[in-house]
C-alpha cells in the first residue's frame, strides 16, 4: 500500500523512532508530567520547559470518525475507502488516527480502543486503534 509520510520534523523525531520500534511513546513534561500531543517545547499546563519521552497504555476512547471516499493525495488512491478516528488516550491528549487498513469495525463514539503499531518497514510505523477485544461471557 502507499503511505504518505510525515515530514521530517525535530520536535517529533522520538515520536516516529518509537513507533518504527512498534511502541507508542508520547511527548510528556518534566516537572508534572502531563503529556502532550502533539510534541512541543513548553508544558500546556504548568509552562515548564523541559521535556522527556514516555510509554503510554495505548488505551482510547474514540470521540469522533469519518471515511474517506475521495483519495486527498495521489498516494492514496488505492486506499480509498479508509476511516479516520479522532481519539482521547487514556493518558489525556487526543489523537488523530484511523483504523488498520482494511479492518472493519461497527464503530461508534465512546467505543474503547486499543493501539495496533503496523510496520511498513525497518523505518516506518503507524499507530492505528481497533476496538478492545470483548470478553465472551
Ligand atoms: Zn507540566
Known sequence: MNIVRP????????????????????????????????????????????????????????????TVRHPVHDRLTSAVPYVVTLVRLAEGPRMISGIPPGERYDLKVGLELECKVISYDARFALPFFVPVAQVQP
Not at 520536535?11 to 510534541?39: K, S, T, V, Y
Open 7 to 66: 515530514a521530517d520534523e525535530l520536535l517529533d523525531q522520538p515520536f516516529w523512532r518509537h513507533l518504527a520500534a512498534g511502541q507508542l511513546h508520547l511527548n510528556a513534561c518534566e516537572a508534572c508530567g502531563a503529556f502532550r500531543h502533539p510534541p512541543g517545547p513548553c508544558c500546556p499546563k504548568c509552562r515548564h520547559i523541559g521535556e522527556h519521552w514516555a510509554p503510554v497504555s495505548g488505551r482510547a476512547t474514540l470521540q469522533s470518525y469519518t
